[in-house]
């Protein structure tokens, strides 16, 4: 019988990291080898599996969980490469599910954050208008979050605004977000991780997932049972030998990040498979003491824009950078920053931080943003907006489909880990995305 060993948990004790080894086999078992199987090992795959790894579906014997992550360590793609922000939930529309899951996560998030000691801080954010436009704009995302979706906002005075930020331009007006701040994603991702190990969860790195087979149940009555009743198989390659091995698990969640669109086309028929468009964001670090700011200063997102803007945020030391931009690239391996895009970043900067000292930023570091349309950020009515898709996907038993997750996905985390387990499991139900 052909087994595989793989570094299958990490665990930190007296601040090493220890690598335990697990076996599969495989031939094919009597049971699934697993119950749930994360594909993914990002912030919000991380928080999925430890979700999972923590019920105990009614009836069963015991669960267990695997997490599925391609790279030698979790978290080293978009949820390690963004701003760090833990967002209010101002941007996304009254009924969308990025709302949803924002506003529940943000609370969830800093909840978490105090239990575990993880670092972060509730700095607030002012987003500032420079023109009537922009002004107006702030109105109607000011009159959403006290009328529809029960944020806290608050316009702030002329007066107020120089006092506190002097250095801030904001020629038509500041409206703050209290409940905005920043987090250390690093250490979520750890604790994340530590707790969905403590709760029996496996995690094996370097294992991409090539292959997926969704099994017919061998005990259903039904004429013809959907695909994935019966479990499913996963042919999984070691990424740093190519051996390949052979699993099954009775739940599957794709929760693969840039890689989403590949997982979800191993499954479906040509004519649903998709594709993901690639925003990268590049970052900009500033060296110089002067100008101070004390709080994360956005401006108005431009209509259409695929992301915010490129905006003013600080690491937990205080120091200020600047980002992202967006530059539609064709590769999610484009990590590279594009230092030719500082000049077009500085005139940006300089409309809300008009004395920033331009010798003074250089090119930090760069994410990449899995979007479904290359669309707008924020939802404005129009028919640019994207929202996230979650769902347990059409004509399938036992998958849960995540795709073009991203911003607010660090802080959604939690509550999507919350959304997938309770889509899974709660007796009534739960809604998620509208079909694709």
Request: hydrophobic share 40%.
């Amino acid at each position: 019988m052909k087994m595989f060993a793989r570094t299958a948990r990490r665990q930190l004790q007296s601040g090493r990291l220890v690598c335990l080894e697990r076996s599969f086999s495989s031939t094919a078992p009597v049971r699934a080898d697993f119950t749930h199987v994360v594909i993914g090992g990002g912030a919000v795959g991380l928080a999925i599996a430890r979700a999972l790894a923590c019920h105990q579906p009614s009836g069963s014997t015991g669960s267990s969980t695997l997490l599925l992550e391609r790279h030698p360590r979790v978290g080293t793609e978009t949820s390690s490469r963004n701003s760090e922000v833990i967002h209010a939930g101002l941007y996304y529309g009254p009924s969308s599910l990025k709302t949803r899951l924002c506003v529940s996560g943000r609370q969830a998030l800093y909840a978490f954050c105090n239990r575990h000691g993880v670092p972060h801080k509730r700095t607030g954010k002012w987003v500032v208008a420079q023109d009537a436009s922009q002004h107006e704009t702030l109105q109607r995302i000011h009159a959403l979050c006290r009328d529809e979706i029960g944020v806290p906002t608050r316009f702030v005075g002329a007066e107020e605004a120089k006092q506190k930020e002097p250095a801030v331009r904001a020629a038509a007006g500041v409206l703050e977000s209290p409940e905005t701040g920043i987090v250390d994603s690093h250490a979520l991702m750890a604790a994340l991780h530590g707790l969905f190990e403590d709760a029996g969860g496996v995690t094996a790195l370097n294992s991409t997932v090539v292959g997926i087979e969704p099994l017919p149940s061998t005990t259903s009555s039904t004429t013809n049972p959907r695909p994935g009743s019966g479990g499913w198989a996963l042919t999984v390659q070691d990424s740093s030998t190519g051996e390949e091995s052979r699993i099954t698990t009775d739940v599957l969640v794709n929760s693969a990040g840039l890689g989403a669109a590949d997982i979800h086309n191993l499954i479906v028929p040509r004519e649903r498979r998709t594709r993901l468009y690639y925003a990268k964001g590049n970052y900009f670090s500033y060296a110089a003491s002067a100008p101070k700011v004390s709080r994360l200063v956005y401006p108005v997102t431009a209509p259409g824009a695929g992301g915010l803007g490129t905006h003013l945020t600080l690491d937990l030391a205080g120091r200020m950078r600047f980002g992202p931009d967006v530059e539609w690239v064709d590769s999610a391996t484009d990590l590279a920053v594009n230092a030719a895009r500082l000049p077009a970043a500085v005139a940006e900067i300089r409309k809300y931080l008009p004395t920033i000292d331009a010798s003074a930023l250089s090119p930090d570091y760069a994410g990449v943003r899995p979007k479904l349309r290359p669309a707008g950020a924020v939802a404005t009515g129009g028919s640019g907006f994207v929202d996230f898709y979650i769902r347990r996907e059409d004509g399938y038993e036992g998958w849960v489909n995540l795709l073009g997750i991203e911003s607010p996905g660090l802080t959604s985390s939690l509550a999507i880990g919350d959304l997938v387990r309770d889509m899974l499991y709660s007796s009534g139900k739960v809604e998620g995305s509208a079909p694709m």
